[in-house]
């Protein structure tokens, strides 16, 4: 207020001089007058530097925004340069379809980052990030086994290819229920290895492959899972693998040594084979002992269909009285020589603790359900081998 109050007092002031000498009164007002101009001099002075002081800082404010502007500008756009490349870089793919061939392995248990980084160094895709956002984004599995693949594909062309099981090779799957003999044949077949090899590396009694409790006889001595058998150099491999993590498996699930262990196997294999169902797996396991324990024989159509070489649906009534069949556990009392098959881990729990009952007689009654009924007596026994015909004309 009071610079500009000053401003306007000396724009719009006047002051009247008087001829000849000055009174006392003219002298004193000079003076006044003269002090007055000089003192508003100086505050205009002192308004003009604080004024130019003013502008100064407004224009080195002004130049500090516009140097921190421009500094900004620059390294966002270093930034944002740094983030797109990187960006552009993950998400790197090929259009496909793609050239050449390339043999590509999944292993069992491999994640879909080991997957790609292994799909980027066979140059089959452009980025890691571009093939396991192909997995995640379209919920798909990738599987073990050995494909055919090309160079430069797109990553979702790749994914639908190690996402499709029936695309997979060189994997031999080993289930629960298989028989040794059909595994075999499938580890010839997928590793290229003559069938004749494996049956060398068991001949007189597989020395080095398997233990001594399995007497020679590899049938229920292998472990069910998945298996590159294309990378495996020999039949002895392959079957030394499948043995070596069956007796890991049993040893883990507490199975019992020596004799005991071959016995399990036998009875977990006739459970596996007669009902296949976890539910049920513990009262067969009972009947067996039960049988055994009063000298009966246990009279099991998968036995005699495993001597014959059929499936228990197709046994015939003359082999049904074939004595010859070391497996008739309807004519021979016990237990097989060996175990039928392949026993999963639920089956060969069920021989550590199978479940109390006075059963002697089971009959799964619904082939399409697997619903089993469990009999301590005959007259039970064969009511419920009635209700199997009802319910299964085709199989009488």
Same mark, same amino acid.
């Given at each position: ?5 000053? &401003? ?12 000849? *000498? ?14 007055? $101009? ?9 308004? &003009? ?9 407004? $224009? ?10 421009? $500094? ?30 390339? &043999? ?21 895709? /452009? ?12 919920? /798909? ?8 693949? /090309?160079?430069? %594909?797109?990553?979702?062309?790749? $994914? ?58 590899? &049938? ?11 990378? %495996? ?29 071959? /016995?399990?196997?036998? %009875?977990?294999? !006739? ?47 003359? %082999? ?19 175990? !039928?098959? !392949? ?50 004309? *085709?199989?009488?």
């Amino acid at each position: 207020m009071s610079d500009n109050f000053d &401003e306007f007092f000396d724009k719009h002031a006047k002051w009247t001089e008087h001829d000849g *000498e000055p009174s006392s009164e003219s002298s004193n007002s000079s003076k006044y007058k003269s002090s007055t $101009v000089s003192s508003r001099k100086r505050a205009k002075a002192r308004l &003009e530097a604080k004024k130019r002081r003013r502008r100064a800082k407004v $224009v080195l404010s002004i130049l500090l925004v516009f140097v921190l502007a421009v $500094v900004g500008y620059f390294g966002y756009s270093a930034v944002r340069a740094w983030k797109l490349s990187q960006n552009s870089e993950s998400v790197a793919d090929w259009p496909g379809p793609g050239f050449g061939t390339v &043999e590509f392995t999944i292993d069992t248990g491999e994640g879909a980052i080991s997957v790609a980084n292994k799909l980027v160094k066979a140059n089959v895709v /452009k980025s890691q990030s571009a093939f396991t956002s192909a997995v995640s984004a379209n919920n /798909k599995i990738l599987y073990p086994g050995v494909y055919s693949l /090309k160079k430069h %594909m797109a990553a979702i062309d790749v $994914v639908d290819i190690l996402s499709d099981q029936t695309k997979a090779g060189g994997f031999l799957e080993v289930r629960a229920g298989d028989h040794a003999a059909d595994v075999l044949q499938k580890a010839s077949t997928l590793s290229g290895i003559s069938l004749d090899k494996f049956k060398a590396a068991l001949a007189d009694g597989a020395a080095g492959i398997l233990p001594a409790e399995a007497n020679g006889s590899v &049938e229920g001595w292998l472990e069910p899972g998945v298996y590159n058998v294309k990378a %495996m150099k020999s039949a002895d491999a392959i079957l030394s693998a499948m043995v070596k993590k069956r007796i890991e498996k049993l040893d883990s699930l507490g199975i019992p040594k020596g004799k005991d262990r071959e /016995k399990a196997l036998i %009875m977990a294999s !006739i459970a596996e084979a007669e009902v296949n169902n976890r539910e049920y797996y513990g009262k067969v396991i009972r009947v067996i002992l039960n049988r055994l324990a009063k000298d009966m024989s246990l009279g099991m159509d998968s036995t005699v269909g495993y001597g014959a070489g059929v499936k228990p649906i197709k046994l015939t009534q003359a %082999m049904l009285d074939d004595a010859n069949n070391p497996y008739n556990t309807r004519i021979h009392k016990g237990l097989t020589p060996t175990p !039928i098959g !392949i026993a999963g881990d639920n089956a060969l729990l069920a021989t550590i603790k199978p479940q109390d009952g006075p059963w002697l007689y089971f009959v799964t009654t619904n082939l399409k359900t697997g619903e089993t009924k469990f009999a301590d007596n005959k007259d039970d026994f064969l009511k419920f081998r009635d209700e199997y015909k009802r319910n299964n004309p *085709e199989g009488n």
